[in-house]
C-alpha cells in the first residue's frame, strides 16, 4: 500500500475507507490529495476482498474544494494553472478535479459518499459520480465556481445535471452559493440526511447492504446502465439497449447461485469479484481512456 500523506486508506470486512485527511485546511484538495485518491482507487479495484467504498472527511468539513491558499498565501496564475492542471490526454489538458471524479466514476465497486461537513467546488463535484451520497445534517454543499471566476469542473457539468436536475443545477451553479443538507435532499443531491453522529454508521450500513447480498457484476453493470440509459432516445431503444445485459447474465453463474440462494432460503455466495470482464455488455458506457 502507497504511504499516502493527505488521504488515510484502510479496508474492514470487504469495504475500504478513504478518508480525506487535511483537517488544519478543511481537506482542501491538493495535487497530491489528486494522486492519492487516484493511487487509493486503484488500490481499491486490485483488491479482490473489497466489495465497496466509503469516502469522508477527517474533522469538521468533508472538503473545502481547490487549496486556494496554497499554504496561507494568493496564488498567481502560474501557480494556479499548474497546481489544477493534470497534464494532457488525448491531446487536451486536463483539471485535477476531474481526474479524481471520472477515476471515482469508473472504480469496480459501489461508491458512497459520506459527506460530514463543507463539500465545496472539487469538494462537491467529486461526490457526483459516486453512486450513494450521504449527508450529515451538517453538511453543506457549493457549486462555487461563479464566486470564484471559473467554471464547472471535474466533468460535474454533466453529472449534476443528470443527478438533480437542469433546473436545479443551474440554480446551483449560477449562484454558486453553498447551501445547507436540507436542500441537498430536497434537491435529490443527497439520499439520507442523519445526524452527524449517525452519518459513518449510515454510510457503512448501506456499504454492508450491498456487499454481502449482491453480484458484484450485477452492480457494476447497473451503474454502467442507469447512467448509460439517461441519453437513451425512448424506452424501446433502451430495452434493445439493456436487453444485452439482462439476457447475458441471466445465464450467467451469478445468475444461478443468485435465484438458488433465494430458493434454498440463505444469503447468496457470490464469488468475491468478477468473474470476468463485463464492461461489454453495456458498450454505451466507453472504456475510460488511457491515462485517465
Ligand atoms: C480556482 C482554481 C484554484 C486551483 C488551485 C489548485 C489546487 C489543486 C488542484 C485543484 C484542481 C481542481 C480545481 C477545483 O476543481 C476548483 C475548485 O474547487 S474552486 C473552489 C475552491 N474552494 C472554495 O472556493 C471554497 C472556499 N471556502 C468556503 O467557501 C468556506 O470556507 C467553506 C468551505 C464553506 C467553510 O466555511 P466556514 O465554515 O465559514 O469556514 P471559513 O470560511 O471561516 O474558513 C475557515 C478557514 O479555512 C480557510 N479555507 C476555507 N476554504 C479554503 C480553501 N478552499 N483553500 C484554502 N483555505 C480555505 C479559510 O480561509 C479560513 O482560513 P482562516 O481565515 O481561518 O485562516
Same mark, same amino acid.
Given at each position: 500500500m502507497p504511504d499516502f500523506e493527505e488521504i488515510d486508506y484502510s479496508v474492514a470486512d470487504g469495504v475500504a475507507t478513504v478518508v480525506l485527511d487535511r483537517p488544519s485546511r478543511m481537506n482542501a484538495f491538493t495535487g497530491r490529495m489528486c494522486d492519492e485518491l487516484v493511487a487509493a482507487c486503484d488500490a481499491v479495484d486490485a483488491?479482490?476482498?473489497?466489495r465497496a467504498l466509503v469516502v469522508t472527511g477527517r474533522g469538521r468539513a468533508f472538503c473545502a474544494g481547490a /487549496?486556494?491558499?496554497g499554504g496561507g498565501g494568493t496564488f498567481d496564475d502560474r501557480g494556479r494553472e499548474k497546481a489544477a492542471r493534470y497534464g494532457e490526454v488525448d491531446g487536451v489538458g486536463r483539471d485535477r478535479g476531474g481526474v479524481v471524479a471520472l477515476r471515482f466514476a469508473a472504480l469496480q465497486v459501489p461508491v458512497i459518499a459520506a459527506v460530514n461537513g463543507p463539500a465545496v467546488g472539487v469538494g462537491a463535484t467529486?461526490?457526483?459520480?459516486? /453512486?450513494v451520497r450521504v449527508a450529515g445534517a451538517s453538511a453543506r454543499f457549493g457549486f462555487v465556481f461563479a464566486r470564484r471566476g471559473i467554471v464547472p469542473e471535474a466533468a460535474s457539468s454533466w453529472f449534476l445535471p443528470r443527478v438533480v436536475g437542469i433546473s436545479r443545477a443551474m440554480e446551483w451553479a449560477m449562484t454558486g452559493r453553498v447551501f445547507g443538507a436540507r436542500e441537498a435532499l430536497e434537491g435529490g443531491l443527497v439520499t439520507h440526511v442523519v445526524p452527524d453522529e449517525d452519518l459513518l454508521d449510515t454510510a457503512y450500513g448501506l456499504a454492508r447492504e450491498v456487499a454481502e447480498n449482491t453480484s458484484p457484476v450485477s452492480v457494476a453493470v447497473t451503474r454502467h446502465m442507469l447512467w448509460s440509459m439517461l441519453?437513451?432516445?425512448?424506452p424501446w431503444e433502451a430495452h434493445a439497449l439493456d436487453s444485452r445485459a439482462v439476457v447475458e447474465l441471466g445465464r450467467d453463474a451469478d445468475a444461478a447461485e443468485g435465484v438458488t440462494a433465494f430458493l434454498e432460503k440463505r444469503p447468496p455466495a457470490f464469488p468475491l469479484r468478477r468473474t470476468r470482464d463485463h464492461t461489454d455488455l453495456v458498450p454505451e458506457w466507453p472504456r475510460r481512456p488511457e491515462g485517465l
Open positions: 483488491d479482490d476482498a473489497v /487549496d486556494l491558499g467529486m461526490t457526483l459520480p459516486m /453512486d441519453s437513451a432516445p425512448s
